[in-house]
């Protein structure tokens, strides 16, 4: 038997990048490849790379050269080592990749992942490969599905994508671009996939899409199943304890997802729900379909049926046009909501979208100094939304060991990091936990009840995926300040 080949992945950028990621993985064990947490030794190198703001191309380029030198070393040691391209960078940018990075074997684009192993074999014989073509199949009906002790190694919280790509076209994005079209994965391939993962120890599953809410699968029964009917039927499965869902649109939301909120104790009561900005005029050139009191009215809707119900959101300053009036109002629509914690950023012009031609661009230091202040007021709520839990017993899903001896970590409803004294045993249990104290984003308490008498759950001390590298930082990252 050949030995194992290495294969390290570093992943940039969202949640659908971090189960990509985990699904070329699985593409590749077949091949005879296991994961290494260390480039030098590896015999693959993937970069699933991220498009949405201009830095994150950059630093791919930047990680390109210094791979350079790992993969010189590789060959002076007779090594081969092939160094692949993925995400959205790559569909966005193959040619130019092709150009300016020589040391890259493979470019492959977010929809053709699967191919990556016939790939890797056609750059073996030709030098380089390429597919950034969106292919007429579905790449989920070749994926293999994960092997059990792959999915018990990756923790207790899993992502399972639900929908892909995006039909909005805001003018600031290029995701229609580099993910496609709008497409819903079928409802029983949904529910395999989530059997599997609660049949191996998995607890918590968040449903994830660009556009999530707009999932529109096509049922068991022959009908078109939305969002929340999904939702509740996956509260059925055995084992499943929470459910969440990200990214949702304000224009989609249903009222079938409202009342899974009202009706779903296992749906969490937190919503990440982008508005981008607090100006009609603002969200007009962006193109986004909703105003600012449609936003507050889906508030409203959510807030009618689940009072503890919390959200957070995505914002940019600096979208061309956007003046001090503009921007005032961003700031009150913050105070209005009172966010748990929310995603701010400059706009970054994306070569190829509408946005990129709009001439009236707000200058850097204004830029600057807007992001600073929306951060400062998003800073504040989250910080008194933390506070507020002190001296509350609160249920938190616990997940693996905390960096500190002794301790385990797990979430609250509000994705807060939880931390307690205790045996490893309660991995993989929901507990209520009495909040102590508060240290920057992290709950520290104890217990409120003893834990339950069964078998524990692997201790998970890491996460396997080779390197995460937030440059957006998905909801369960943003209270960890990371
Ligand atoms: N589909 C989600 C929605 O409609 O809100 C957002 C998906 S996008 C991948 C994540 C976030 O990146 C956006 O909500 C937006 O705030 C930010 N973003 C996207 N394009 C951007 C750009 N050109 N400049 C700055 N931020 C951007
Ligand atoms: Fe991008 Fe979201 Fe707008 Fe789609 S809805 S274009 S993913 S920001």
Redesign the pocket.
């Known amino acids: 038997m050949n030995p194992p080949r290495k294969l390290h992945i570093k992943s940039y950028g969202c949640q659908m990048n971090v189960y990509d990621a985990q699904r070329m993985v699985d593409t590749l064990a077949p091949e005879g490849f296991v994961e290494t947490a260390s480039v030098d030794d590896a015999d693959l190198v993937i970069l699933n790379t991220c498009h949405i703001r201009e830095k994150a191309s950059e630093k791919v380029y930047s990680e390109l050269g210094r791979l350079r030198a790992v993969k010189d070393e590789a060959a002076r040691h007779g090594r081969t080592m092939n160094i692949a391209v993925a995400g959205c960078v790559a569909q966005a940018e193959g040619e130019e990749i092709v150009r300016r990075a020589p040391v890259v074997d493979v470019v492959v684009g977010p929809q053709s992942y699967h191919h990556l192993p016939q790939l890797l074999a056609h750059a073996k014989r030709d030098g380089r490969a390429l597919e950034t073509e969106f292919p007429v199949e579905d790449k989920f009906v070749f994926l293999p599905p994960p092997k059990p002790e792959a999915i018990r190694a990756r923790g207790i919280s899993s992502f399972v994508t639900v929908q892909e790509g995006?039909?909005?076209?805001?003018t600031?994005?290029?995701?229609?671009y580099t993910?496609g079209a709008e497409v819903s994965r079928p409802v029983t391939k949904i529910i395999d996939d989530v059997e599997r993962l609660a049949d191996n120890g998995v607890r918590e599953i968040t449903l994830i899409g660009?556009?999530v809410n707009a999932y529109h699968g096509e049922g068991p029964d022959g009908r078109t199943w939305s969002l929340g009917a999904l939702l509740y039927r996956l509260a059925e499965i055995p084992g499943i304890v929470r459910l969440r869902y990200s990214?949702s649109?304000p224009r989609d939301v249903e009222d079938t997802l409202i009342a899974a909120h009202r009706d779903v104790p296992a749906l969490m009561p937190f919503v990440h729900l982008?508005v981008?900005s607090g100006s009609d005029r603002v969200l007009a050139a962006m193109n986004?379909k909703h105003t600012v009191s449609d936003y507050r009215r889906v508030i409203d809707r959510f807030r009618a049926v689940r009072q503890d119900i919390a959200f957070s959101s995505d914002f940019i300053v600096g979208f061309p046009g956007e003046t001090e009036e503009d921007f005032l109002a961003t700031l009150a629509l913050v105070t209005q909501i009172g966010y748990a914690g929310a995603y701010s950023f400059k706009y970054s012009p994306r070569p190829g979208t509408p946005a990129a031609d709009m001439r009236e661009m707000v200058s850097a230091v204004e830029m600057d100094e807007r992001l600073v202040r929306l951060q400062e007021l998003i800073d504040s709520q989250q910080s008194a939304f933390n506070a507020a839990t002190i001296g509350n017993t609160v249920d938190v899903l616990f997940e693996r060991l905390a960096r500190n001896p002794g301790q385990i970590v797990g979430r609250t409803a509000y994705l807060q990091p939880a931390h307690v004294m205790s045996s490893p045993d309660i991995i993989g249990q929901v507990l209520p936990v009495r909040i102590e104290s508060l240290e920057r984003y992290s709950l520290l308490g104890e217990l409120a009840r003893a834990p339950d008498a069964r078998p524990a759950q692997a201790a998970f001390s890491e996460i396997t995926l080779s390197e995460i590298t937030p440059s957006e930082m998905t909801p369960s990252e943003m209270t960890t300040g990371a």
């Open positions: 995006c039909d909005k076209f805001c600031f994005c290029v995701v229609p993910r660009q556009n990214t649109h982008p981008q986004r």
